[in-house]
């Protein structure tokens, strides 16, 4: 496919809805995925205006999936109906190239996997595994991905686990006056861990145009059947998100559903990225977030049965409340 400058990035338009596809699950990592099921999820994401799909080379197959799903819509959702997002940088467990020459080959391959001729949003991704001149000095990801930018890229943006890691690589870019578009962060603002909040203000002050938060569930751990396997979490938070979710479970709540609409109430985030592995999982996480809004706009109240449940659930949580697991792990 001929690769062509991205027609949006004359109209500086960024019109993301509330809710992004995070279709890393389609990996198959975090739960058994049927074969049909992204196609029927990516459609029933854009009927529902669901306008932004998440992904990256780093989830196997993802891109491929993602992009057929997407072109299979072509008759029925055009191309500048929706953002993709996807990313750079990690290619495997321990297989980081932050190199120029690898960031542009990187995005070509990204936009023929995903059938597309541009990409809107590019994450450098992961940064906290790799040597910070390797991100920001020439020769590295971000100075290529700028280039990049008048090319086939919308925004640049970058994502890591550790906050105090984006906030120092978005103040120097700042400071050397080509700020960062987007960040994204993710596990910093769920039930246990609410750290991106006194965050917010500081991206914005440097530059940081759209801030997307991910991973509501923190990975899939708050969720009734437990994290999967690989899961950071040390024993003890686990331990604490199962009585929680057991807490939940006697008062016919879903841990999931209040650890989802918890983080949809964050103000100051331009989209939540959210893991939606079949077309039920989408519909349920639109009526959370109408839910959300609508409580928002005072037209409905919270359950006074929900409040006591979350105050509880906190209590529970409270001795790992804000405690980050290490990025990257020791035996890295």
């Not at 099921?37 to 989830?59: G, K, Q």
């Not at 299979?72 to 929706?82: G, H, I, K, P, V």
């Not at 280039?147 to 994502?159: A, H």
């Not at 103000?267 to 839910?291: H, Q």
Request: net charge negative.
């Amino acid at each position: 496919m001929p690769l062509t400058q991205n027609k949006e990035v004359s109209n500086n338009k960024f019109e993301v809805s509330k809710l992004t596809f995070g279709a890393a699950v389609f990996n198959g990592l975090h739960n058994r995925i049927g074969e049909d099921w992204p196609s029927l999820s990516v459609r029933r994401a854009l009927e529902l205006d669901i306008n932004a799909f998440d992904t990256s080379p780093y989830y196997g197959e993802g891109e491929n999936i993602l992009g057929s799903a997407l072109y299979n819509l072509r008759d029925e959702f055009s191309r500048s109906s929706y953002y993709i997002f996807t990313k750079v940088g990690r290619y495997g467990l321990k297989d980081f190239d932050y190199s120029a020459k690898r960031i542009r080959q990187s995005v070509e391959e990204s936009c023929r996997r995903l059938r597309t001729d541009y990409l809107d949003v590019v994450y450098a991704h992961d940064v906290e595994f790799v040597k910070r001149e390797d991100i920001v000095e020439d020769g590295g990801a971000l100075p290529e991905l700028f280039k990049l930018k008048i090319e086939l890229i919308f925004l640049v943006l970058f994502l890591g686990y550790p906050l105090d890691v984006l906030l120092d690589i978005t103040r120097l870019q700042y400071d050397r006056n080509q700020p960062i578009d987007v960040i994204l962060s993710y596990s910093h603002y769920c039930l246990h861990n609410i750290k991106l909040s006194d965050y917010i203000q500081e991206f914005n002050r440097v530059g940081v145009r759209y801030i997307m938060n991910a991973s509501p569930l923190s990975m899939g751990l708050l969720r009734n059947n437990g994290p999967p396997v690989w899961h950071p979490a040390s024993n003890e938070l686990r331990h604490a998100v199962a009585q929680s979710s057991t807490l939940a479970s006697r008062n016919n709540l879903n841990i999931s559903k209040l650890a989802i609409q918890f983080a949809l109430d964050l103000s100051g985030i331009t989209s939540t990225v959210i893991g939606l592995s079949n077309p039920t999982e989408v519909e349920d996480a639109i009526l959370y977030l109408k839910e959300v809004q609508a409580r928002q706009k005072g037209e409905v109240v919270t359950p006074e049965i929900e409040k006591r449940v979350l105050t509880e659930i906190h209590q529970i949580l409270k001795p790992y409340f804000n405690l980050s697991w290490e990025s990257p792990p020791k035996n890295h």
